[in-house]
Antibody, heavy 117, light 111 residues
Framework: QMQLQESGPGLVKPSETLSLTCTVSGGSMSSYYWTWIRQPPGKGLEWIGYIYYTGSTQYNPSLTSRVSMSVDTSSRQFSLNLSPVTAADTAVYYC???????????WGQGTAVTVSS | QSVLTQPPSASGTPGQRVTISCSGSSSNIGSNTVNWYQQLPGTAPKVLIYGNNQRPSGVPDRFSGSKSGTSASLAISGLQSEDEADYYCAAWDDSLNGHVVFGGGTKLTVL
């Protein structure tokens, strides 16, 4: 059974770069859309974007100027960079497997990131 | 404001049937399938319904989904206390090169 685990700093300073990694275990990364979603405290879900296992990407239009994603199938990891960050980027960040570009069917447990000086 | 519109809250008593609506537009629900996610307190979301009305294995048949035009609905019959959660609809939106849009979420309370 596939499992995903997010990792990265829990505190990032304003104007700096938020960097998170998701490690995949229990299955191949091939043919899936590796996705990031976030949830600000007390609010709903926001799709950040995905990176296909081949490296092609699709980002949320509202974040595209600040987001980049990468994938390393040999290490079974994919990553998110968001820069520069503000307090509005404070959220729980989830990584997920997409069996379709629009369907996230396996989720990580989430990691909380706070943007504060 | 979310692209997809859901009521912020819903409630029902055990055994009741409740429905949660999700309203969108021609660029999302009107032309793509709808998925529903359930988020139990303190946990990550999980897929409840995909492809408008399909249930992943393990999801009880008390949960059902439907779509008509630019709207979709999630129905829960035989409501149980463990159904108390946040529910989100989502769909692909064809505008701006394409992206996933979510509803704002509906908090379901079992009275």
């Amino acid at each position: 059974q596939m499992q995903l685990q997010e990792s990265g700093p829990g505190l990032v300073k304003p104007s700096e770069t938020l960097s998170l990694t998701c490690t995949v275990s229990g299955g191949s990364m091939s043919s899936y859309y590796w996705t990031w979603i976030r949830q600000p405290p007390g609010k709903g879900l926001e799709w950040i974007g995905y990176i296909y296992y081949t490296g092609s990407t699709q980002y949320n239009p509202s974040l595209t100027s600040r987001v980049s994603m990468s994938v390393d199938t040999s290490s079974r990891q994919f990553s998110l960079n968001l820069s520069p960050v503000t307090a509005a980027d404070t959220a729980v960040y989830y990584c997920a497997r997409g069996s379709r570009p629009f369907l996230m069917d396996v989720w990580g447990q989430g990691t909380a990131v706070t943007v504060s000086s | 404001q979310s692209v997809l519109t859901q009521p912020p809250s819903a409630s029902g008593t055990p055994g009741q049937r409740v429905t949660i609506s999700c309203s969108g537009s021609s660029s999302n629900i009107g032309s793509n399938t709808v998925n529903w996610y359930q988020q139990l307190p303190g946990t990550a979301p999980k897929v409840l319904i995909y492809g408008n009305n399909q249930r992943p294995s393990g999801v009880p048949d008390r949960f059902s989904g439907s779509k008509s035009g630019t709207s979709a609905s999630l129905a829960i019959s035989g409501l149980q206390s463990e159904d108390e959660a946040d529910y989100y609809c989502a769909a692909w939106d064809d505008s701006l090169n394409g992206h996933v849009v979510f509803g704002g979420g509906t908090k379901l309370t079992v009275l």
